[in-house]
């Protein structure tokens, strides 16, 4: 079997169960469902937000699934990744990663110079995910989820600097 073709483009109202559910089982699993298909339209009705889909085809003219997708907020230095999730069936495939470079990518052309997210502070995968494309652990936010139970769990504030403006030092002769 051939590994399927896999396309990512802006999401369409029609992705938003699909992403809804992936983000319930992927993300919020154990905290309440948050994230439901009217909360993803609302990302992708939102000027300042982007919603990407990740597409697997069989081939380049199949009927598709969405594989993963991706959620960023942004503002004029800096973006958000709200969520970013795989299905279990298509992880380790490099989704992930092409999902994240279209956003930074954007983010560049907008002129945004940092990355921030949020991830659960046991998640090992995520974490080390993260990691590998560039993000690193700047503070550790006590209680950040809250399950409907009342539980919490802590999460890792994690960044990527795009780009820093090189401002001149005090007397300098440039």
């Known amino acids: 079997?051939?590994?399927?073709?896999?396309?990512?483009?802006?999401?369409?109202?029609?992705?938003?169960?699909?992403?809804?559910?992936?983000?319930?089982d992927e993300i919020e699993y154990g905290l309440g469902w948050r994230y439901r298909p009217e909360a993803i339209r609302g990302f992708m009705h939102d000027r300042e937000t982007l919603v990407l889909v990740a597409r697997s085809h069989e081939d380049s003219s199949s009927k598709s699934d969405v594989a993963g997708f991706a959620v960023m907020t942004y503002s004029d230095i800096d973006a958000?990744?709200?969520?970013?999730?795989?299905?279990?069936?298509?992880?380790?495939?490099?989704?992930?990663?092409?999902?994240?470079?279209?956003?930074?990518?954007?983010?560049?052309?907008?002129?945004?110079?940092?990355?921030?997210?949020?991830?659960?502070?046991?998640?090992?995968?995520?974490?080390?995910?993260?990691e590998s494309v560039g993000y690193r652990k700047v503070e550790l936010a006590h209680n950040y989820y809250r399950a409907p139970d009342g539980r919490t769990e802590n999460a890792w504030r994690m960044q990527r600097v795009l780009f820093e403006i090189e401002t001149p030092s005090v007397g300098s002769d440039s």
């Open 80 to 130: 958000h990744l709200l969520l970013l999730a795989v299905s279990p069936s298509h992880r380790r495939k490099g989704i992930a990663q092409r999902l994240v470079a279209w956003l930074e990518k954007t983010a560049l052309y907008a002129g945004v110079q940092t990355v921030h997210l949020e991830v659960r502070q046991d998640n090992d995968p995520a974490l080390t995910f993260y």
């Open 1 to 24: 079997m051939t590994e399927p073709f896999i396309e990512i483009e802006l999401a369409r109202d029609r992705d938003a169960r699909s992403i809804a559910l992936i983000a319930r």
